[in-house]
């Protein structure tokens, strides 16, 4: 008899695990709700039997259309058990883009719950491969729709009989959807240990952390904290929706120690009148990420949550990722992303497609363990999204212009979409909006390309003033100019109440492009809405 070595290091595997280890700690919560590891293990063997016993094997999809909660938590764990491929959504997608997603992931069931029924219903119609029984609802039960909660109570705790392999996909991940053609990422098991390893020791994730998840569940952010912590057997703390009190009621309540959060969620923080009467001596850790956080932001956040680093991630869904942390900034790093989390390979290119030296900057390319396998059904946007070096290694082409110092830190200067070209000249976005955001009137802003008649394009700036400010838009351009470079400055500045946001708060520039880049005229520039 030899001992023989199982690869049972897989995010399914992390819940079974616990249930022996940590039987009775709480696991998850979610407002008044609380669950055990022993209580997780079983209700995700109960989800995965039930799919299973639906005739759902490895590698079938499985739509979930559920905000967070505890019963979306339990569902995309019990797919992953069964060996199916989840299929996570916005639950913010409209109709059209709703259906354009489900049909492409070739789901055959689609999970929700009371709050999302409406919106399938509305495009019922159009869903050609969710089976008739396939409608399940954690909501009501009613024509159209089978209990989903009827249907888990009643299938087998035990644990599924399924042997899932490293290279078998988890997740189909849509980063948009609300335009053009859906781009389906496809993660495999392996890939996901990128979190778990390369971010569980980057944050220093023990079996006494509690994060808490103030981002959607969907979010590939989300992960940075939530899978790590689920490894080392800490807890989970579930927001059913993002509000700065709400957020800093469960770091008080919970002790939370780890959260990430977008930018935008941070200035809400910052904002709450009530965030110095809340404890929050617990947090140790913020990660940030999405778009730069603006240093007068930082220095308040610091301030706000004295026992906390901030941690910086850089990175893409399509999978690899740069962590900064707290001691990279204290050497001198602070503009940097810091360095890869778990052995990522990062070159920069050139147009050519030529790696540039430290110093030059170029396209940022990276091959990483967590790397997807490719875009689902669309081999030839995966082809366009690579990059071989000349030994024939495959990288993921980011779309993000940087470049590396001779101590091997990332610095990232922008997208090379967001790149403004005036009068033969390069912009980075980046650059204007740092300068802008340091005036004390200026809560956010996005800087965008609009048409020139001479110079081809030329800087616009989006404003989200702070409230109670008393700066014009004519001033504040006077103001931001008066330290640009002649070349950088704004042709007009707008104010804004919001802007359009992605997933979790980071700004959509495309559809500011669509809305200013059309050529109109800047005098028919709205103005605060």
């Not at 005229?521 to 103005?527: D, I, K, N, S, Y």
């Amino acid at each position: 008899m030899t001992l023989t070595y199982d690869f049972a290091l897989l995010c399914p595997d992390v819940i079974g695990h616990n249930a022996r280890v940590f039987a009775d700690d709480v696991a998850v919560v979610c407002e008044d709700a609380r669950l055990t590891w022993r209580e997780v293990d079983e209700r995700t063997n109960r989800f995965a039997n039930a799919v299973r016993g639906l005739g759902l094997g490895r590698g079938a999809k499985v739509a979930l259309l559920m905000p967070a909660s505890i019963e979306a938590f339990v569902a995309f764990w019990g797919s992953a058990k069964a060996g199916c491929v989840t299929v996570p959504l916005n639950v913010l997608l409209d109709g059209d883009s709703l259906a354009r997603l489900v049909n492409d992931c070739d789901a055959e069931i689609l999970f929700v719950d009371a709050e999302t029924e409406p919106q399938v219903d509305a495009v019922r119609a159009g869903l050609r491969n969710i089976r008739p029984d396939g409608f399940l609802t954690f909501g009501r039960e009613r024509p159209g729709w089978r209990s989903a909660r009827d249907l888990v109570a009643a299938a087998s705790p035990a644990r599924p009989d399924v042997r899932i392999r490293p290279d078998d996909i988890i997740t189909i991940l849509y980063t948009s959807g609300t335009t053009g053609l859906p781009k389906g990422i496809e993660h495999t098991h392996v890939s996901r240990l990128m979190y778990p390893y390369g971010f569980g020791m980057g944050l220093r994730v023990d079996r006494y952390s509690v994060a808490v998840l103030a981002t959607p569940p969907y979010a590939s952010g989300t992960w940075i904290t939530m899978i790590p912590t689920m490894y080392r057997g800490g807890r989970i703390v579930i927001l059913r929706k993002f509000t700065a009190e709400a957020f800093l009621a469960a770091i008080e309540r919970e002790r939370g120690t780890h959260a990430f959060l977008v930018p935008t969620q941070y200035i809400a923080l910052l904002q709450d009148p009530g965030l110095a009467a809340h404890d929050v001596s617990s947090v140790r850790c913020l990660v940030t990420s999405g778009q730069p956080i603006a240093e007068k932001t930082y220095q308040a956040v610091e301030e706000a949550f004295p026992n906390a680093g901030i941690y910086e991630v850089y990175g893409f869904t399509e999978g690899f990722a740069f962590l900064r942390i707290p001691a990279d900034a204290a050497r001198g790093k602070r503009r940097s992303v810091g360095k890869p989390v778990m052995l990522d390979d990062v070159r920069v290119i050139d147009a050519d497609g030529r790696e540039l030296p430290p110093g030059e900057t170029g396209e940022i390319v990276a091959h990483s363990i967590g790397m997807m396998k490719g875009y689902y059904k669309n081999p030839e946007l995966t082809r366009e999204a690579t990059w071989h070096s000349p030994d024939g290694r495959s990288y993921m082409r980011t779309g993000d212009m940087g470049h590396l110092d001779e101590d091997g830190f990332l610095y990232v200067s922008g997208r090379l979409k967001d790149m403004i070209k005036s009068g033969g000249i390069n912009i980075f976005a980046v650059d204007i909006e740092q300068v802008f955001m340091g005036h004390p009137e200026v809560s956010e802003v996005a800087a965008i390309a609009v048409p020139h008649p001479k110079w081809g394009e030329t800087p616009l700036l989006v404003v989200i003033p702070r409230a109670g400010g008393t700066v014009t838009e004519d001033e504040l351009r006077e103001w931001g100019n008066a330290r640009l470079a002649k070349y950088q400055r704004v042709s007009r500045v707008v104010f804004r109440e919001d802007l359009p946001r992605a997933v979790y708060g980071k700004v959509q520039k495309d559809a500011l492009r669509r809305e200013f880049g059309t050529g109109a005229p800047l005098e028919h520039v709205g103005g605060m809405s």
